[in-house]
């Protein structure tokens, strides 16, 4: 079951450049940077009350971050919502109609298991399903 807004992802050309707006912006220390190979990208994290900010910044010119900043800019990359198991809440939308990028959870940052779904199904939206890590 969703249970709430986890965060909200967007695209930078880089941190170093993003990470003092977003300070200035929220009036706090950016809470963490991290990077996810299986993606491609470097990530910085602001808390803001139960919904987090990532900024994300590719790091390899053929990853998904790389590859929306080309097609589309700066700008919001997608929304994740918070469930209890990613595996099943994907199963139980792919069943309901909603097309899927991933077939199966992956791990993401944080260790979260995340699977994306297809924007053409949630009206333009690119939708990230996102659970505590396994264990």
């Given at each position: 079951?969703?249970?709430r807004?986890?965060?909200?992802?967007?695209?930078?050309?880089s941190?170093?450049?993003?990470?003092?707006?977003?300070?200035?912006?929220?009036?706090?220390?950016?809470?963490?940077?991290?990077?996810v190979?299986?993606?491609?990208?470097?990530?910085?994290?602001?808390?803001?009350?139960?919904?987090?900010i990532?900024?994300?910044?590719?790091?390899?010119?053929?990853?998904?971050?790389?590859?929306?900043?080309?097609?589309?800019?700066?700008?919001?990359?997608?929304l994740?919502l918070?469930?209890?198991a990613?595996?099943?809440?994907?199963?139980r939308?792919?069943?309901?109609?909603?097309?899927?990028?991933?077939?199966?959870?992956?791990?993401?940052?944080?260790?979260?298991q995340?699977?994306?779904?297809?924007?053409?199904s949630?009206?333009g939206?690119?939708?990230?399903?996102?659970?505590?890590?396994?264990?």
């Open positions: 079951m969703i249970q807004i986890d965060h909200l992802g967007i695209a930078v050309r941190l170093d450049a993003a990470i003092p707006i977003f300070e200035k912006l929220l009036g706090r220390p950016c809470d963490g940077i991290e990077i190979e299986s993606q491609k990208v470097k990530t910085a994290f602001f808390h803001v009350g139960e919904v987090a990532e900024l994300l910044e590719p790091t390899d010119a053929s990853g998904p971050i790389a590859k929306f900043l080309e097609n589309k800019g700066v700008g919001l990359h997608h994740a918070a469930t209890d990613t595996d099943a809440e994907l199963s939308v792919t069943q309901a109609g909603i097309k899927a990028i991933d077939q199966a959870p992956r791990e993401g940052a944080h260790g979260k995340i699977a994306f779904l297809h924007p053409k949630t009206s939206v690119l939708v990230e399903l996102c659970s505590p890590p396994e264990g």
